[in-house]
């Protein structure tokens, strides 16, 4: 059930970033990674699909109208690898296109991963993301060379303060993707991801 007080809060944000010319990329169905405890998969493989297709119509129509956000769909995990994962993100992008076909739809898949990888053929799929290591050329050029082509961008590779990213690696992977082709890439910092000052 849609808590009215958190969901108040989420229209606050996604305005204030709007009026500063801020697109926000919303997940509503964060898997985590590996399809862990970090997200909602346990809550997703044991929700009826019924519930997908509603969840996907709610935050829909709550956001249909808002013009700076676009759809992520999943998160961190390849949804192919765990049973019945896949039907039930389609049973939410099912509920969500019936009421809003004004924004960008992409999924966040696995380490390595397309959005098209476990999602070929897709009508909702419309913008694809790539996501990967430090080395961000190979699957930027791999995006780059689909048919349909498609645009994408980087939605997430190594992060600031984490596995030993020199300012040269972060530029690196930031300008591989870019003169790859891609629409953009998202640069991450990782003490401010986890909200911590722990560095990896």
Not at 121 to 149: D, F, R, V
Request: aromatic share 16%; with cysteine; net charge negative.
């Amino acid at each position: 059930t849609p808590n009215e007080a958190y969901f108040a809060h989420a229209d606050y944000v996604i305005s204030a970033a709007a009026e500063r010319g801020i697109l926000v990329l919303l997940g509503p169905l964060y898997l985590g990674w590996d399809c862990g405890s970090d997200g909602w998969c346990a809550e997703l493989k044991a929700a009826p699909s019924e519930d997908l297709h509603y969840w996907g119509q709610y935050v829909g129509n709550r956001y249909k109208d808002y013009p700076n956000n676009m759809w992520v769909i999943g998160g961190e995990t390849d949804p192919t690898s765990f049973l019945g994962v896949t039907y039930k993100e389609r049973a939410f992008v099912t509920g969500l296109k019936q009421v809003d076909n004004n924004h960008q739809v992409t999924a966040h898949n696995a380490l390595g991963q397309m959005a098209v990888d476990p999602w070929p053929g897709e009508t909702w799929l419309t913008l694809i993301s790539i996501y990967t290591n430090q080395l961000t050329y190979p699957l930027a050029k791999n995006a780059y060379n689909l048919s349909p082509i498609m645009p994408y961008f980087g939605i997430e590779a190594y992060y600031e303060n984490e596995h030993g990213m020199t300012q040269k690696d972060l530029r690196a992977q930031a300008y591989w993707t870019h003169l790859s082709g891609s629409i953009g890439h998202i640069f991450g910092n990782c003490p401010i991801w986890n909200f911590a000052s722990v560095l990896y």
